[in-house]
């Protein structure tokens, strides 16, 4: 009886215990990270893979950098049927009620919001792999043209790309109130009064975009992605992208990505040959030091059409 009175006392002071010693302190603000605990931790996490019997996967050495320019472009008719005019229901004499075009082209059918993006291991603020112009910009503030901004009540961008490490400022360039809910990996709803701004500073990488809404106004919808290199792209108006100092010598795993067809498997074609696409994966070949590769990547508006 003694025997189990000790067993019962001694189990209630484990919650004991672990009330007193067992907390997790919360972060002070929105993205308050450090990328260098980041970094820490995923080391730890690859030494004690090795200690536990994982062979370490030694990395190829770049043999300098090259540049990576083309277009993305669609071939046969979207179904613009589809399209309907954001469901306005508040704030309509602020709000637009256009139509919600998801997928644009230009007159040449160009794709505008397309992402594409290196989706294999990169070695942050090393020389070899990572340009000097991204090192100086590795901790910038996205603001002015770069920023996030709402006008309208719409997002002005459908995908944002950035990197761990930066600060993105979010603007609302409206006269009426919005809340920004981001839905990564850096969770936040973010309050934006009128005319005003916050700052959002992601620690940890995305595997893919993650969406981005206001309760408020709960037409808006966008897109974020956060990596951990600075090789990403969205393409412009007429569906041109470029990415700039991209390590030469060593395997380009790459990743197509749009709203309509976020992780589709589908066919492409990339400067006339057909290429398999599974989960918006492809693959580039090394690159020469000092190359300029363009691309020129087609789609068929089937792959959009059968999504919508």
């Known amino acids: 009886m003694k025997t189990t009175t000790k067993i019962f006392g001694l189990l209630l002071l484990v919650p004991m215990v ?8 919360l972060p002070g603000s929105v993205g308050d990270v450090e990328s260098s605990n980041v970094q820490e931790v995923a080391g730890n ?6 200690a536990g ?3 370490e996967v030694a990395l190829p050495e770049p043999t300098g950098f090259a540049n990576i320019t083309g277009k993305i472009s669609v071939v ?15 704030d309509e004499n602020v709000c637009s009620n256009e139509t ?4 644009q082209l230009d007159g040449n059918g160009g794709l505008q919001w397309g992402l594409l993006f290196y989706d294999g291991p990169f070695k942050s603020g090393d020389a070899a792999w990572d340009h000097a112009d991204y090192v100086a910009t590795a901790n910038a503030t996205l603001d002015g043209d770069l920023a996030f901004d709402q006008k309208a009540c719409i ?3 459908r995908i944002k790309a ?6 993105l400022k979010i603007l609302n360039s409206d006269s009426v109130g919005h809340n920004a809910k981001l839905d990564g990996l850096t969770s936040a709803n973010l309050q934006i009064g009128a005319g005003a701004d916050v700052d959002y500073k992601p620690g940890f990488q995305e595997s893919k975009p993650f969406g981005v809404s206001c309760s408020a106004h709960p037409w808006m919808g966008s897109y974020i992605i956060v990596r951990d290199n600075p090789l990403y792209t969205v393409t412009g108006e007429d569906g041109s992208f ?7 010598g060593i395997a380009l795993p790459m990743k197509f990505w749009h709203e309509v067809i976020p992780s589709g498997s589908m066919q492409i074609t990339i400067n006339g040959e057909t290429q398999a696409v599974s989960r918006g994966g492809f693959e580039l070949p090394a690159l020469e030091a000092g190359q300029d590769l363009n691309l020129e990547i087609v789609i068929n508006a089937d792959a959009f059409n059968n999504a919508l």
């Open 242 to 248: 470029e990415i700039r100092n991209v390590p030469s």
């Open 76 to 90: 046969g008719s979207i179904a613009t049927e589809k399209f309907v005019n954001y469901a306005v229901n508040k």
């Open 18 to 25: 672990c009330s007193l010693g067992c907390q997790r302190g």
């Open 162 to 167: 950035m990197r761990v490490g930066q600060t």
């Open 53 to 55: 019997g994982a062979a």
């Open 155 to 157: 997002f002005l961008s």
């Open 100 to 103: 919600n075009v998801r997928v």
């Open 45 to 50: 996490f690859e030494l004690q893979a090795t």
